[in-house]
């Protein structure tokens, strides 16, 4: 029971567990943000069925996400204490305002979003909405901050106890590989939620129920114009991305691409079996001059190879390797039912097509395996440092007992999983009871307001 090996299995499930509700949140609470203006702007019940439905879904996930974040808080002290100790300098500060600027925001008003419409009226509420929503994207800010800075560490010093000391705090947050981070997680959060709605739309139009068809239908349409604009611009930002992590991360380009020699014009490995022992690809599939292409935008660009480093210093290959094809695989498949909705639009058929309809309720989980695959690309990926280059994973972590992290361990797997059976059973019932027809009220106006004062008086009398 290696306590290194058994503390890093407990935070990759707990952060990847966790990594899924925020970006399933983020997402959803902009598309909620979106549905109240157009139901401000166009009155139609629709767009007022589906904020009310997806605010639910949202409170879901975000109590979800709210749980299982606090863990990993403990779980740091816990399992990771010297690495507290050297970087928490560096590291607490953006903890501590992801909290202030972002979790106060969102908690002071997400009971406004979730019961205060009746109560605060339609433009409050909706200001609330917009609040909240913000407040999500603040906290990816500072959690993608500080993770990124562990990617690509700048503007620091250490002392002569080894902790590591802030220089510049603001080249700390904007560190190189930042910008793209930000915009690459942001945008996976959108598309993930994006997804989630298509896929659920998908469920009611083919169900064929006829309350549920105006907002399944609008909701289908929105969200798959959103999809053919967000999608080729995630491919975009990872793309750029990709260079960036050439420049700065270049093994864990090399892990990727599991190349072992430094080359130039070097081919695309479609797919291989990496042999880390031999440092050779088994059964590869390349293309010529593809990977240097793609890789460099230049056909005769230098990737590094692994042999480049010890293989010490190497990430390990194979959980790298493969984990970035299946997070480029699940973006091709989301671009192709992007890019099928264009043609049905035109057909006029993107409603009644029952095949691409049930491959978009296929296509639901998607995005959150890509999300868990790329997380496993850039984690894995900065191996064997938690801080790339600066602090080795192994001098990270506690001098605790290996039975101690098995334990909780275990527990972890236990409990997160009732969690996660508890979110399917309530969110499956939300989704298959669909939506109540909504019946408007009349308000009381003069005339009304008359007759029942009339009619008190007169009860009065008697």
Request: glycine share 8%; aromatic share 14%.
């Amino acid at each position: 029971m290696d306590p290194v090996i058994l503390s890093r299995l407990q935070f990759a499930f707990t952060i990847g567990y966790h990594i899924l509700w925020p970006a399933f949140s983020i997402g959803i609470a902009w598309f909620i943000v979106t549905l109240n203006a157009l139901w401000l702007r166009t009155g139609k019940p629709a767009y007022h069925q589906l904020a009310t439905f997806w605010t639910k879904v949202f409170a879901l996930a975000f109590g979800m996400g709210v749980v299982t974040g606090v863990v990993i808080s403990y779980e740091i002290g816990l399992n990771w204490s010297r690495y507290a100790r050297v970087m928490a300098d560096v590291i607490s500060p953006l903890l501590t305002l992801e909290v202030l600027t972002a979790f106060f925001l969102e908690a002071g008003f997400i009971g406004i979003m979730l019961f205060g419409e009746k109560r605060v009226g339609k433009r409050l509420h909706f200001a609330a909405s917009v609040i909240v929503a913000t407040g999500t994207v603040i906290s990816a800010f500072w959690i993608i901050a500080a993770n990124s800075w562990m990617q690509t560490p700048m503007d620091f010093t250490t002392t002569g106890d080894g902790r590591f000391v802030t220089t510049d705090f603001w080249g700390v947050v904007f560190n190189p590989s930042m910008p793209y981070r930000l915009a690459h997680m942001l945008l996976a959060s959108f598309i993930t939620g994006i997804f989630v709605v298509v896929g659920v739309s998908a469920f009611w139009l083919l169900r064929g129920r006829t309350k549920e068809q105006a907002p399944a239908r609008a909701a289908f349409s929105l969200c798959l114009w959103l999809a053919t604009i967000l999608v080729p611009l995630q491919i975009f930002v990872g793309d750029q991305h990709g260079l960036n992590t050439r420049k700065f991360q270049p093994m864990k380009l090399a892990a990727i691409e599991a190349r072992w020699e430094t080359a130039r014009a070097v081919p695309l490995t479609a797919i291989a079996w990496p042999d880390e022992k031999a440092e050779r690809n088994d059964y590869a599939v390349e293309i010529p001059w593809l990977g240097s292409i793609i890789l460099t935008h230049s056909l005769r660009g230098e990737v590094k190879g692994l042999k480049e480093v010890p293989a010490s210093e190497r990430p390990p290959v194979i959980p790298v390797f493969f984990a970035f094809r299946i997070m480029v695989g699940c973006a091709m498949a989301l671009l192709g039912l992007a890019l099928l909705s264009l043609y049905l639009r035109w057909r006029q058929k993107l409603f009644d097509t029952r095949w691409y309809l049930y491959a978009c309720l296929a296509g639901t989980p998607l995005g959150f395996i890509a999300t868990l695959a790329g997380w496993t690309v850039t984690e894995v990926g900065r191996q064997p440092y938690v801080v790339y280059g600066q602090l080795r994973t192994a001098d990270a972590v506690s001098p605790i007992a290996g039975g101690a992290v098995f334990g909780s361990l275990a527990v972890a797997l236990v409990l997160y999983n009732l969690l996660l059976l508890g979110f399917f059973f309530y969110g499956g019932r939300l989704v298959w009871r669909g939506f109540e027809v909504e019946t408007p009220t009349i308000p009381v106006g003069r005339p009304l307001g008359a007759i029942h004062a009339a009619m008190a008086a007169r009860e009065a009398i008697k």
